[in-house]
């Protein structure tokens, strides 16, 4: 039985004394040509012998029952198989580490969209045919579908210190504003997939899923078997963005199904599935009051908010998480309004929390500048914290003025002018800024290395869902091992392997990736002692182990026996003692056409420090992909929902817009300062992927502040908002 | 979707024998599949036509071009011909769909391309478009991309086409073949019916007919011409509002001028009382702000629209100051030239 070690204080920086030199490198995914060549079998390309096709079928009343089901309306369909309807459906998908089954309504309905019902057919045209046309009977009651007017409202408990009155009725220097921001869809391009395969009484799923460990005892739950009983396979993913962090309704179907018919089902949504019955992000309402002296010191800080969810939904979008510790003031306070609403349920996207309460925040330090006529940058330099405003807690590592300066200086900060006074043509330019913070976390995980003379393989049940998880364990195992990156292999995605983190909330590679450290150092202890050094003397390198004057060939230490070790890690008292966050400054520069209202970034620095770099490509995509989806939250994106019926209207990406390639300039930099987190874990690295989301649509929103004039508070800044606050200025 | 039969045509009178209400014509397929994957198009048969002969070519017509049913978009908007002397063709063609679609769609399937009014598309949702008579669900719903010229109450689908906006700028005519192989031509505004109480039937085409072709005639000797699309991203998206324009300025004052608005109608939209406020005169901000406040000058049927009169107001503006030289001209606004 392997221990699991606890983080509970600073680890040695094993990983820059190690030789081997690939570890932070911008090497290669060892699994992008099998991606770029269509070889890489995501969810839905492998088809076992025998295996037929689910249609999910949806809800088209937002809240009541579901009387019955006309599967004569279908009968005519050629291979049509069955109408699957179980009690154990899924109302939505699971929340990110529920480890449990989410609701499971039988036949009540609590959003239109709902899927209630699963065609299976031979084949997968005959399945979609027959969930399109199948005719199911509702009774249907009122339900509320609008946040600014459902009644239903649960304040959650507010944290507050000092002295509200106080601190803000004397200020010089007063923000009062409410921002506004929509609901936000994950938008992975690959849509959710489950194929499911009863083997007995065990139950092998190849899913679309994020966090295999979890989602093996929600499906299990959901089923009503023990978890041991269940397989999941989940080798490539393509793209989650928290929506394939639970369960989802697709893989309990597909799972019930098979055993119902006795054959492999596979049943992949229909993109407006996706949009239809996946969890969204909230839309949010958030009001700022931010209050300062006259030197810009901040006397009080509030950020309220209000969110919505399903009833019973315990989720809540963390709207304020990062208010609450970048920046300190005399008296702050946080509250949050959960609403109920009948629409599809909300969770995890992208950032929960910081994707929109950043933007909101640095819109308002922004405003607050402006009111102080300072420097957006000196403002929040004034006023970084000593320690964790809320918790009293040090900062781990936080190099946010360094941020905040090197960005500056890179991006040539010094040449911003006032509002509205740049101008190309029919083009107002403006620069704008904002700070980026996102906690960092570590999360249990395990993982397998395996020494032998062809090389080592890593063996966890953490997944790779686009973002370099093949990369960075490749890299982390090969740097401890001193080998090649290509002598060692990386099997990811099935839960027969010891259960990692799985991919979420930016903690996937620290956390997996310290398990295969940890594993791989048991191992070189063991190269220590074969070669006769101390382990702390041991140096490996390009199959060679060296120490205390001696020299090897690591394949003659091993003389043909294979070295396993199996390690995992959690988080233990460092995680009390510190407070451990990634920070960040984005600075923007866009144009704002002064008729149209059209908005275009022209170019776009972010300058991160978080922790270790582990591989600077794979680093890079994720801070440049996270700011690339700020400027589109910031620009484009708005899913929307009926007034009347709350479904999603906005039900595919030629609706739902996100950043088109056009909308993102070629100047699009991402940074990264050199920075150790001692205490996050033993790589010293944090997560980078959400980072660079939070703040980076701040920093769009007030640039074209500084190009035009105008606040936009109500985000998407489409053009008709562009046009209606430059209309309401005389412009 | 639903099993269909498909027929090859081998020529057009085979195309057209096999052509009924039950039938749908297949081009590029862009746009026909997608529907029909959501059943809300669900014909019988489906009469492929991209074999026929003869329907892939620009050829000189006349002063003007004939530009064939076939001709992919892309092809139509890289021809040297249509980027010297039609520019805003050019231009309004790339600033559609993206890169693979327009290698696929054909001028005939991009003019009968159907609206992307959501709730047309939602089978679950009541619309006229789809079921006469049903209703129209997006009469309160969310409706950012709707028309605000030519609605009726049964109906507020906008088209969504931006080369069709083009050609209604250019007087191109389209030429519909009949069963009985007979041709006529048809102006825009003959072709496209406004909703009225039937939104079902968007034109005035018989099941059995065919366009073959569209014919641009002479481009007015020396104007400039422009194509401006606002959308809510800088690509790969559906106009909200387009203006496209044709101004040929005489010593200084604007000796002829033609506009076509899109995204704000059941079919590209015109009106000559405003091209005639322009006649004779010298360019000048006021003078565009008045003929931008006429075109705009009622409500929008539904409020989520309100938003596309501003919207239509500004940019108007910004292209008749680009086009007749008040303004510097930005991409999307050339001076044609003569094809050598
Ligand atoms: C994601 C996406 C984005 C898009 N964005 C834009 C955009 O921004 N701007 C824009 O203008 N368009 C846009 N389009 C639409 C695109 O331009 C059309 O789909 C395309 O032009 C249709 O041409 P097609 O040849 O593929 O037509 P098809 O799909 O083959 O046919 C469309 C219709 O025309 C009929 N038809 C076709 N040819 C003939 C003929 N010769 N005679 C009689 N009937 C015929 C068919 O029966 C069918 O009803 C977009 C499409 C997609 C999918």
Redesign the pocket.
Known sequence: MTQTFRMDKPQPRLLDETRQGVIGTSMDRPDGPLKVSGQATYTADALPEGCVHGMLVRATVTRGHLRDIDRDSIADIPGLLAVVRDPRFLRNPAQGMAGEAPDQPGDRIDYHGQPVALVVAETFEAARDGALRLKLRFDSVAAEVDPDHATEVEPQDPTESGDWNAAWSGAAHQVDVVYTTPCHASAAMEPHAAVAEWQGDRLILRGALQMLRFNRKELADAVGIPPEQVQILAPYVGGGFGSKLGIGTEAVAAALAARELGRPVRVVMARQTVFDAVLRRTETRQHLQLAADAEGKLLALGHDDRVSNLPGEEFAEPVSSASQFLYGARATRFRQDMVRVHRVGAGSVRAPGEAVGVIAIEAAMDELADALGMCPVELRLRNLPDQHPVTGQPFSARALADCLREGAKSFGWSDRQAPGARQEGDWLIGMGMASAARPNMLVKSAARVRLSAEGAVVETDMTDIGTGTYAVLTQVAAEMLGLPPGQVTVKLGDTDLPGASGSGGSFGASSSGSAVFLAAKKIRDRLAAKLGCAPEDLSLQDGLARGANLEAPINDLLAGEVLVEEAEIKGGKTAESHFSAGFGAHFCEVAVHRWTGEVRVRRMHGTFAMGRVLNEKTARSQAVGGMIWGVGSALHEDMSHDPRTGHVVTRD??NYHIASHADIPRDMQAVFLEERDDFANPLQSKGVGELGISGAGGAVLNAIHNACGVRIRDIPATPDRVIAALEAAGR | MRAFDYTRAESLDQAAAALDPAA????????????MKLQV?T?ERVVD?TRLPG?DAIEPEGEGLRLG??VR?SDLAADPRIRARYPLLSR??L????GQ??N???????????TRCPYFYDPAMACSKREPGAGCAAQGGVGRMLAIFGTSDACLAAH?????VALRALDAEVE?RSRDGGLRRLALDELYRLPGDRPDLETT?AAD????AVILPAPVAGSVQAYR?L?DRAS????LVSVAAVIRMDQGRIGQAALAFGGVAPRPWRDAGLEAMLHGKTPDEALFREVAQRLTADPAPNPDTEFKRPLLRRTLVAVLREATGLAQPSIGTDATKDAA
């Open positions: 990406l030629a | 749908s014509v297949i081009a590029g397929g862009t746009n026909l599949l997608d529907l198009m014909p036509i329907l049913a076939l978009n309004a063609l600033s559609g769909a993206s679609i327009r696929k769609a054909t001028t005939g399937g991009n003019l009968l391309q159907r969504p086409s931006d080369m069709a519909v085409l007919d065919l366009i073959t699309k959308r790969y998206a559906f106009a």
